[in-house]
């Protein structure tokens, strides 16, 4: 497995932006498929984002797309997530997950991911 740390998180005003960071080690980077899920008080963990290993291919929930960007950088082992116009309803607690690209898969739900980071705090306050 690779060991995952986020960092980034905290308190902004809607419409603002925050950068979270997910830097990862243990692995060979570039072969892992890199996602940002987020768990709000009382809900299931949800998907925000993925990002497969060369970083061609990026897929995002409906809620975030437009607003937010997810990137990587292989030789700095490490995925970002950009979040602009940030609203409420994206208070959460963020985490970042990682999974061998074999075997294949969709790569949105918690189940795909068998790495995780201990999760980042993002609060928007209205």
């Known amino acids: 497995q690779v060991q995952l740390v986020e960092s980034g998180g905290g308190l902004v005003q809607a419409g603002g932006s925050l950068r979270l960071s997910c830097a990862a080690s243990?692995?060979?980077?570039?072969?892992?498929?890199m996602a940002w899920f987020r768990q709000a008080p009382g809900k299931e963990r949800e998907f925000v984002s993925r990002i497969t290993w060369s970083g061609s291919s990026t897929r995002y929930a409906d809620s975030v797309k437009d607003r937010f960007t997810i990137s990587r950088d292989n030789a700095r082992n490490t995925v970002y997530l950009q979040m602009n116009n940030l609203k409420p309803e994206d208070t959460a607690v963020y985490y970042c997950a990682a999974q061998d690209r074999n075997p294949p898969g969709p790569w949105t739900r918690p189940s795909d991911f068998g790495s995780w980071g201990q999760g980042t705090q993002v609060t928007v306050s209205s």
């Open positions: 243990g692995r060979t980077f570039s072969n892992y498929v």
